[in-house]
Nanobody
Framework: QVQLVESGGGLVQPGGSLRLSCAAS????????MGWYRQAPEKERELVAS???????NYADSVKGRFTISRDNAKNTVYLEMNSLKPEDTAVYYC???????????????????WGQGTLVTVSS
């Protein structure tokens, strides 16, 4: 089994900054693409940013220039640095990852859509 645990959410004023972290745990062999999604009240979940195992980044237009995604492969962790936050960034932020595990008895397994539990980001004065 694998697990993603997010941290770093909270209340911040418009124009402020937050840094989200998401750590993967389990019998991890490799992690391919990792990403951050968000879901605002009464809206669909949307991709915020993603990063491949090789470091190729992809951002939603609404966050380009303000958010930065990064990862530490040694720690199986992905980060989202959020600057110049706006009220419209208010949402529950979810981490997502494509994870491969290894077990000596069962070999390699793939978990392509692992989700964290979510962390709430509120941007308000």
């Amino acid at each position: 089994q694998v697990q993603l645990v997010e941290s770093g959410g909270g209340l911040v004023q418009p124009g402020g900054s937050l840094r989200l972290s998401c750590a993967a745990s389990g019998r991890i062999f490799r992690i391919d693409t990792m990403g951050w999604y968000r879901q605002a009240p009464e809206k669909e979940r949307e991709l915020v940013a993603s990063i491949s195992s090789g470091g190729i980044r992809n951002y939603a237009d609404s966050v380009k220039g303000r958010f930065t995604i990064s990862r530490d492969n040694a720690k199986n962790t992905v980060y989202l640095e959020m600057n110049s936050l706006k009220p419209e960034d208010t949402a529950v932020y979810y981490c997502n990852a494509d994870i491969f595990t290894y077990d000596r008895s069962f070999g390699i397994d793939r978990y392509p859509e692992v989700w964290g539990q979510g962390t709430l980001v509120t941007v308000s004065s």
